[in-house]
């Protein structure tokens, strides 16, 4: 089949990924072992067992449960490595990488070694690997507005080291809103914006995340078609959309991939593309996703291929000279 090399080999840019979700079972029991921390699963097999997700909170439970196992820097170097060893097999040219600090400094790891094990990964994938990788710092939203700017003030001593912030875990309950206070001040200090919004939340949560964070691209998103006015809106501002097909799956967003509204949102004109979300825990990296995604949608095909690569280098926050060089 002629599709599938097509979706291997074409050049992409991955927007959504959660480097704490790139952590493999294997790693997990590595790090546990050498780190000496305890972890209530007795096998690599029984931890794989768990990952049967009823919704995002079933998820996030456990993600959160297998980060603990991270506290040197060299932890975080081998996590980010691994992700970006498997991005570049899969013709992943470009990655804007999330990462969750607060899941690491509430466990009293310093910003510090998060920081500069994750920028090691992303600086050797530039010099061996020829991906070029940017971080992207996530609040959780389920935590409170002060420990969301307790955070961004201890990053700034190493503001270089990241260029946007996100907003992500648990959505029902925690709107855009909270935080508005906080992407002020991070927009203030020239920080790209970005949030995860219509995901589980309503439609209104992308609204809120557009009016009042004034993100420049939306995290999942694809609860938008329930607004037709929401999608004219964020079809004429070319809003992207970071759709993670087999992340929506697992989590029950689509009761299966034939359901996906991946070609509802391209026939509508709006610029989504495919991304991995945490794809160590929901069955695969990037290509893996093109492929099952295309695969069980036959309304998609070689020119929704293109498009959905053209539209992840046209959303990526590189330079328009380099994204000239990409499109
Ligand atoms: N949604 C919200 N929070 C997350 C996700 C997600 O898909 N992945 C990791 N944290
Ligand atoms: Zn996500």
Redesign the pocket.
Known sequence: ERLPALLRLMPKAELHI?IE?SLEPELIFKLAQRNGVTLPYASVEALRAAYAFTD?QSF?DI?YAGASVLLKEADFFEMAWAYLERAAADNVVHAEIFFDPQTHTERGVPFETVILGLDHAVHRAHTELGVSARLILCFLRHLSEEDAFKTLEAALPWRHHFIGVGL??S?MGFPPAKFERVFARARELGFHIVA?AG?EGPPAYITEALDLLHTERIDHGVRCLEDAGLVARLAASRMPLTVCPL?NLKLCVFKTLAEHNLPALLDVGLCAMVNS??PAYFGGYLNQNFVETFAALPQLGARQAWQLAANSFEASFVSDEQKAHWL
């Open positions: 959660h979700g995002l996030l993600y992500d875990s959505e995860h995901e992340s979300d945490d």
